[in-house]
């Protein structure tokens, strides 16, 4: 079956210090991936996306991800947090083969703190 | 160009009426979808449309709960007999096929009293 996971409800990190916020996938076929952040009250705000090419993305406000085919792995990163990058983050799966439906994860809150 | 509007952004429902939520996708997207969302909680997919067909309704409860895309005008979200556990903000996305991404709407926060 598609899905999407993300095993961390929760991450927490320091102004300044690296982040990593985990996506793992199960898709048939090549899968088209995305980042988005949620902020209190909002809508989702597309960050990146992976479709073909260098597995590493940039995207919006500095963020990055990684994509990994072997270990079906998407995960978001950040060189240097910031206080406001506290959000929701949701991974994303496009499954071309079952009618472009788009899968999401549960959600990762990101707490950074001064 | 214009994002994904929706309205109204806040509706208030007493228990037994109909909500009707609006959807206009990006100026020459062709994919709608509905999601919905409770407080501090993840995105729960609804239904998945093209102009004039529903393509997936997997997520949508069998009763009470209806969605279109019609040929002209915006996608329509339909709740009758709405419950308390209807409260909840409901958002709207579209896609271009070839982008890829989705955008998402700023949501419709639903309160049934």
């Known amino acids: 079956a598609q899905s999407v996971a993300q095993p961390e409800d929760q991450v927490n990190v320091a102004e300044g210090n690296p982040l990593t916020v985990k996506c793992t996938y199960s898709v048939s076929g090549n899968p088209y991936l995305f980042w988005y952040v949620q902020y209190p009250n909002r809508g989702l705000q597309f960050l990146l996306k992976y479709i073909t090419g260098d597995n590493l993305v940039k995207g919006s406000y500095g963020f990055e991800a990684e994509f990994n085919k072997s270990q079906t792995s998407f995960h978001l990163k950040k060189p240097s947090a910031l206080v406001s990058d506290s959000a929701l983050y949701f991974c994303a799966v496009r499954d071309l083969r079952n009618f472009n439906k788009f899968y999401f994860g549960s959600g990762t809150k990101l707490n950074v703190k001064p | 160009n214009a994002g994904v509007m929706q309205n109204p952004r806040h509706l208030v429902r007493r228990r037994g009426q109909e909500a009707r939520l609006r959807c206009s996708p990006m100026?020459?997207?062709?994919?709608v979808y509905w999601y919905r969302q409770l407080p501090e909680e993840g995105l729960k997919f609804m239904v998945y449309l093209q102009k004039e067909n529903i393509i997936d309704e997997s997520g949508m409860p069998k009763e009470r709960f209806s969605a279109e895309f019609p040929k002209e005008g915006p996608s329509i979200l339909r709740i009758q007999q709405v419950v308390r556990g209807d409260s909840a903000a409901y958002f709207c996305a579209s896609s271009d096929i070839l982008q890829g991404e989705q955008y998402f709407g700023p949501g419709t926060r639903l309160t049934v009293t």
């Open positions: 100026k020459g997207h062709s994919h």
